[in-house]
Nanobody
Framework: QVQFVESGGGLVQPGGSLRLSCAAS????????MDWHRQAPGKQRELVAR???????NYADSVKGRFTISRDNDKSTVYLQMNNLKPEDTAVYHC????????????????WGQGTQVTVSS
């Protein structure tokens, strides 16, 4: 089965940095786009960043210029470098695989891992 294990979260002060990792197993990692999503208490899950198989990236406006998504296909791992963190970045962060078909994007599945908690507070 496809599994994603997130790690790297923690407590950090505003302006600090964290690097999240997502290790994938049970899938051909290199043929899928990879997303980072986050969900804060009382809010819907939102897409934070995406990296395509060709390396192109997309970011939510709220994190653009502060976060960087990258991938290591040899390690089947996607990363999210988070700089200049703000309290509003506090959330549980999840990774997810997906693929494009024409102009449409589909998740690999509707299952989520445990995620990793990011808390930004002074």
């Amino acid at each position: 089965q496809v599994q994603f294990v997130e790690s790297g979260g923690g407590l950090v002060q505003p302006g600090g940095s964290l690097r999240l990792s997502c290790a994938a197993s049970g899938t051909n990692f290199n043929i899928y786009a990879m997303d980072w999503h986050r969900q804060a208490p009382g809010k819907q899950r939102e897409l934070v960043a995406r990296i395509r198989t060709d390396g192109l990236t997309n970011y939510a406006d709220s994190v653009k210029g502060r976060f960087t998504i990258s991938r290591d296909n040899d390690k089947s791992t996607v990363y999210l470098q988070m700089n200049n963190l703000k309290p509003e970045d506090t959330a549980v962060y999840h990774c997810r695989a997906g693929y494009y078909s024409g102009t449409y994007y589909f998740p690999l599945n509707d299952e989520w891992g445990q995620g990793t908690q990011v808390t930004v507070s002074s």
